[in-house]
């Protein structure tokens, strides 16, 4: 006699990806039926879920330009400004040769001028999830920092590939835990840092596509800034309200310690 595996977080999260066969999906909502709380909780999910659908219905994917390679902008950081350069230019020159550049800049800093290209999904997505769950009090994270280990093990068996929560107290940012989010081809993860006042931050991975690892590329959308790249044929984004040069250092500290 065959004995029914138990309901577990994996099955839950693969009825929001809808990769259930029909008999397990029958044994998720039977499930689901008898605890209001599992019940609330996933239909939350499969709302964010069609929600960010028809968000990014309409957008196509873009490939993320190399341009820049993460070596050369830690350099950059590093090469002294010329002479009768102002603090401004000097602090701009950090990132020059970037994707944005200065007319990229322009449409990210006034409402004039060409239209501006659309946030490529990965960004877009990342973006929404940080605005969705950075303002949560009771529930911000599926599996808290505590459990780190488990958290790890669970998103790389969701994920296929394997990932890591990053260190960044040297960034002033401890880890509050993370969660399982549903994306248009696969899941994704999330992780969430949080600063001595209060101040958090996200970074977000999900299987990415692209010919291998790619440059770090800056988008803004309102006050939320982000950094995203490829590598090892995951797309990570790191997402927050801070400042640029802040944002950047917390990147190139992921970047190192997933492999970059």
Same mark, same amino acid.
């Given at each position: 006699?065959? +004995? &029914?595996?138990?309901?577990?977080?994996?099955?839950?999260?693969?009825?929001?990806?809808?990769?259930?066969?029909?008999?397990?999906?029958?044994?998720?909502?039977?499930?689901? @039926?008898?605890? *209001?709380?599992?019940? %609330?909780?996933?239909?939350?999910?499969?709302?964010?879920?069609?929600?960010?659908?028809?968000?990014?219905?309409?957008?196509?994917?873009?490939?993320?330009? $190399?341009?820049?390679? +993460?070596?050369?902008?830690? @350099? *950059?950081?590093?090469?002294?400004?010329?002479?009768?350069?102002?603090?401004?230019?000097? %602090?701009?020159?950090?990132?020059?040769?970037?994707?944005?550049? %200065?007319?990229?800049?322009?449409?990210?800093?006034?409402?004039?001028?060409? &239209?501006?290209?659309?946030?490529?999904?990965? @960004?877009?997505?990342?973006?929404?999830?940080?605005?969705?769950?950075?303002?949560?009090? %009771?529930?911000?994270?599926?599996?808290?920092?505590?459990?780190?280990?488990?958290?790890?093990?669970?998103? $790389?068996?969701?994920?296929?590939?394997?990932?890591?929560?990053?260190?960044?107290?040297?960034?002033?940012?401890?880890?509050?835990?993370?969660?399982?989010?549903?994306?248009?081809?696969?899941?994704?993860?999330?992780?969430?840092?949080?600063?001595?006042?209060?101040? !958090?931050?996200?970074?977000?991975?999900?299987?990415?596509?692209?010919?291998?690892?790619?440059?770090? !590329?800056?988008?803004?959308? *309102?006050? +939320?800034?982000?950094?995203?790249?490829?590598?090892?044929?995951?797309?990570? +984004?790191?997402? *927050?309200?801070?400042?640029?040069?802040?944002?950047? $250092?917390? @990147?190139?500290?992921?970047?190192?310690?997933?492999?970059?």
């Amino acid at each position: 006699m065959t +004995v &029914e595996r138990p309901i577990g977080e994996d099955d839950l999260q693969a009825y929001v990806d809808g990769s259930l066969s029909s008999e397990r999906r029958a044994a998720v909502e039977s499930y689901l @039926a008898g605890h *209001g709380e599992a019940q %609330a909780r996933i239909a939350d999910y499969i709302r964010q879920r069609d929600a960010l659908r028809r968000r990014l219905s309409a957008k196509a994917s873009e490939p993320i330009p $190399s341009r820049l390679r +993460v070596a050369h902008l830690a @350099a *950059g950081r590093r090469r002294p400004a010329r002479a009768g350069f102002a603090m401004a230019a000097a %602090a701009a020159g950090l990132l020059a040769g970037s994707v944005l550049g %200065a007319a990229g800049h322009a449409w990210l800093t006034r409402g004039g001028g060409p &239209e501006a290209p659309a946030i490529p999904a990965v @960004a877009q997505d990342a973006i929404t999830a940080y605005r969705t769950f950075v303002v949560e009090t %009771a529930h911000p994270v599926e599996v808290g920092a505590n459990q780190e280990a488990h958290l790890v093990q669970w998103l $790389s068996r969701r994920l296929g590939k394997p990932i890591r929560a990053p260190d960044l107290t040297a960034q002033g940012f401890r880890l509050i835990g993370g969660r399982l989010l549903p994306a248009e081809a696969a899941p994704a993860a999330l992780f969430m840092y949080e600063d001595a006042s209060g101040k !958090r931050l996200t970074l977000y991975a999900r299987p990415g596509s692209g010919d291998g690892p790619s440059a770090f !590329r800056f988008e803004a959308q *309102g006050d +939320v800034s982000a950094f995203f790249w490829i590598d090892r044929d995951l797309s990570y +984004v790191v997402a *927050g309200r801070t400042d640029r040069e802040k944002l950047l $250092s917390v @990147a190139e500290a992921v970047y190192r310690q997933t492999g970059g």
